[in-house]
């Protein structure tokens, strides 16, 4: 069996909402299925889904740095 490595508790498979604060964001990911911690609820992400992770933030980042540049003055 499995323990987490936080409080030593049972890892069982379940769902783990993904939250993040960035600078000018936040990213919330509901119901991601996989290994939680039945006494802390420490999600255990395999690596693809620390990747996908990982790439939807590396997204976000770019485009939100797009939505935020300043506009150039309109020519005339
Ligand atoms: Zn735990």
Do not use: W
């Amino acid at each position: 069996m499995v323990k987490c490595h936080f409080c030593g508790g049972e890892i069982v498979k379940g769902k783990k909402n993904f939250s993040v604060t960035r600078g000018n964001y936040c990213v919330i990911i509901r119901d991601i299925q996989t290994d939680v911690c039945s006494q802390c609820g420490e999600a255990y992400y395999d690596p693809e889904q620390g990747k996908a992770i990982e790439e939807i933030l590396k997204t976000m980042d770019n485009q939100v740095k797009k939505l935020q540049a300043p506009i150039p003055p309109a020519r005339s």
